[in-house]
Every structure is written in C-alpha cells, then in structure tokens.
C-alpha cells in the first residue's frame, strides 16, 4: 500500500481542507459536539479526524470514493458509511439575526449535476442545478444557501422556489438585474423611451457592481472543491456538500 493520509500530519491537513491546523482543529471540536462520534452499526474504522479528513479530500479533489478510501486506508464501503454520515454535520448553521447595518447579497450559481431528478441541460448543454447563495456584504461569509433546483430554472423563480428568500427577509439584499420583481435592490435599468441613464444613477450602479462583485469572489472560491464543478452526488448530496464546503469557506476567512 502507498502513503496513507491522516490528519495526524499536519502536511496533509491544508491541501485537501483549505484550514490550517487551527481551524481544522476547531471544525473538527465543532463536528464532535454535533454527535460526530455517534457510532451507527459498527465501529468507525478512522478517528473523527480522519473521517473528517476524508470527506474534505472527497469534495476538494471530486475523485471516486474508490479512489479516495485506499488513501485513508479504508475499503469504499467504510469510506460511503463516512460520506453519509459527516456531511449534515459539516453543514453551514441557519442564519442568525443580522446586525442593523447588515447588507447580503444573493446570486445564482450552475452546479453540473448527474442527477437528473434535480438537473436540467442548462449553459453548455450540461445538467446543472441551480444554487443559490447568499452572503454577508461586509464580511463575505456564507449566510445561506437554497435548496438545489434544475439549472434551467432562473434566478428570479429560483430566488422564492429554493426558499433562500426567508434569508433575506431581515436584511437589505443585492442582486444582479435577473432578480426582478422579487423587492430586492437591483440595478437602475432605462425605462421606456429613456435613451440613457442619469449621472446619479450610473454612479450608484457602479457602486452596486463593485458590491455584487463579492458575492462572485465567493462563488469561484467555492467552486475551488473540485466536486461543485462535476457532482456525482445523488439527491440531497449536492446541497449537503454546498453546505459544508460553505462552512469550511467560512472558517478559512474568519481565521
């Protein structure tokens, strides 16, 4: 057998969890507290650490459980007991009540999903589903994310149908000109017979698309886990693996 990965060496930790050894060891402390060690059958093969470990290095590399449970040390049937059990565990936490200066913004992202019962061909004539993720204007974290629809589905029908519109209920939101109609602030867009925009509202819609810029620095940094970019997942398994590579995007901003 070749090298084995384990949380035990800290080389390991960064590359395939996007943490320093700190915050590894925080989320790891977290995850325990939410029933972690929670034996269901059988013994767990790997230490919390290591299960942890593993299920980071699935999302972050998008090879097979096949692939990835030799590197642990662990058949694929212990490696899928892991993959069904941590990630509601990894999951992002509701939103709390924001502060009054709050601001979030909102935006869509395509997912290239295998599972057509929650995909549709969508840009590139690939099934996509479509995410939507919501952000904290100011500190850039992860707020929330809605529940996975077909990626042909757009952004305005998906903002209430993926229901991350309750997120938004208790703070000013931004988002780009396809969220009409939902009471978000959107930019100015010329009205019939105005042939341009006035200097105020082109100087606010600038400033609206520096704002909205952070939400799409967000969004690539996600997309960094290479499983966003071709999920094999079935059912709940993109949504619950949005949320936990949201969670760790999150704990790697706030240090």
């Not at 997912?111 to 850039?140: E, F, G, M, W, Y």
Request: proline share 5%.
């Amino acid at each position: 057998m070749g090298v084995v990965i384990s949380a035990d060496d800290p080389k390991w930790i960064e590359p395939f969890s996007g943490l320093t050894e700190v915050q590894f060891g925080r989320l790891v402390t977290w995850v325990r507290r939410r029933g972690g060690d929670v034996q269901r059958g059988r013994p767990w093969r790997l230490a919390l650490e290591d299960r942890v470990l593993l299920v980071a290095t699935y999302w972050r590399t998008n090879l097979t459980l096949r692939q990835v449970a030799p590197w642990f040390g662990v058949s694929k049937s212990a490696a899928d007991r892991i993959l069904d059990h941590l990630p509601p565990l990894l999951a992002i936490s509701p939103a709390r009540r924001p502060r009054k200066d709050t601001v979030y913004i909102v935006d869509g992202t395509l997912v290239p999903t295998r599972d057509r019962t929650i995909a549709a061909s969508s840009k590139h004539h690939r099934n996509s589903t479509n995410l939507q993720v919501v952000i904290d204007a100011n500190s850039r974290l992860v707020v929330a994310i809605g529940l996975p629809l077909p990626g042909t589905r757009n952004d305005c029908r998906a903002f209430t149908e993926s229901s991350i519109d309750r997120a938004c209920r208790s703070a000013p939101t931004i988002a780009d000109g396809g969220y009409q109609a939902t009471g978000l602030l959107i930019p100015h867009r010329r009205r019939r017979g105005q042939t341009h925009l006035s200097p105020q509202q082109e100087a606010e819609n600038a400033v609206h698309r520096r704002a909205r810029a952070r939400v799409e620095h967000a969004l690539s940094r996600l997309k960094n886990w290479r499983v966003l970019r071709d999920c094999r997942l079935k059912g709940n398994g993109v949504h619950q693996a949005m949320l936990g590579i949201a969670r760790l995007h999150n704990m790697a901003l706030t240090g």
